[in-house]
T-cell receptor
Framework: DVKVTQSSRYLVKRTGEKVFLECVQD?????MFWYRQDPGLGLRLIYF???????EKGDIPEGYSVSREKKERFSLILESASTNQTSMYLC????????????FGSGTQLSVL | GESVGLHLPTLSVQEGDNSIINCAYS??????FIWYKQESGKGPQFIID?????DKRQGQRVTVLLNKTVKHLSLQIAATQPGDSAVYFC???????????????FGKGTLLTVNP
């Protein structure tokens, strides 16, 4: 089975801190994604990557950056955390060009105080 | 159906009943559809998918129906169990829209509650 692992289940950070969310997948998937999930707003795509060192903006990239130095790892970076970035962050991966089903990690609940 | 405002649509059923969760999708060019289940505190899990050249697909206790004419998707769960309680999301995609053309779009979800 595909496994997508997010390094932290819960994180509490202070406003202005730099925050790293890490995600690793073990199925050699080309594509990796970061979503945030908020009540009433569903899943919103922040950034995605379809190859090592490649990145594309999703629907809500402002305030975030990403890094994909290795195929299996995709990092989400909050350069200066703000309270409106308190959310559930979900990492996902999928294979190849078909972009069929995504496999999700368990999520990181980030609270910015 | 899809959510409006801050509240998820909810469906409450009795254990053993059949459940039907509906989804209206937006893009007439979408040719691949997926249902996900998200339990409290967990990431979404794939349940079943269907391509646009089909109008019905069955899995274990689940059936997905696709009506392209009205852009409607439904998930039917037979003999609903307490473990089925979760938020259910539909998602639409265009097959082959890979790379920088990635286009998976999620609905906002429906909360299913199963009463014992």
């Amino acid at each position: 089975d595909v496994k997508v692992t997010q390094s932290s289940r819960y994180l509490v950070k202070r406003t202005g801190e730099k925050v790293f969310l890490e995600c690793v997948q073990d199925m050699d998937h080309e594509n990796m994604f970061w979503y945030r999930q908020d009540p009433g707003l569903g899943l919103r795509l922040i950034y995605f990557s379809y190859d090592v060192k490649m990145k594309e903006k999703g629907d809500i990239p402002e305030g975030y950056s990403v890094s994909r130095e290795k195929k299996e790892r995709f990092s989400l970076i909050l350069e200066s955390a703000s309270t409106n970035q308190t959310s559930m962050y979900l990492c996902a991966s999928s294979s190849g060009q078909s972009n069929e089903k995504l496999f999700f990690g368990s999520g990181t609940q980030l609270s910015v105080l | 159906g899809e959510s409006v405002g801050l509240h998820l649509p909810t469906l409450s059923v009795q254990e053993g009943d059949n459940s039907i969760i509906n989804c209206a999708y937006s893009n007439s060019a979408s040719d691949y559809f997926i249902w996900y289940k998200q339990e409290s505190g967990k990431g979404p899990q794939f349940i079943i998918d269907i391509r646009s050249n089909m109008d019905k697909r069955q899995g274990q206790r689940v059936t997905v129906l696709l009506n392209k004419t009205v852009k409607h998707l439904s998930l039917q769960i037979a003999a609903t169990q307490p473990g089925d309680s979760a938020v259910y999301f539909c998602a639409e995609n265009i097959i082959g829209s890979g790379g920088s053309n990635y286009k998976l779009t999620f609905g906002k979800g429906t909360l299913l509650t199963v009463n014992p």
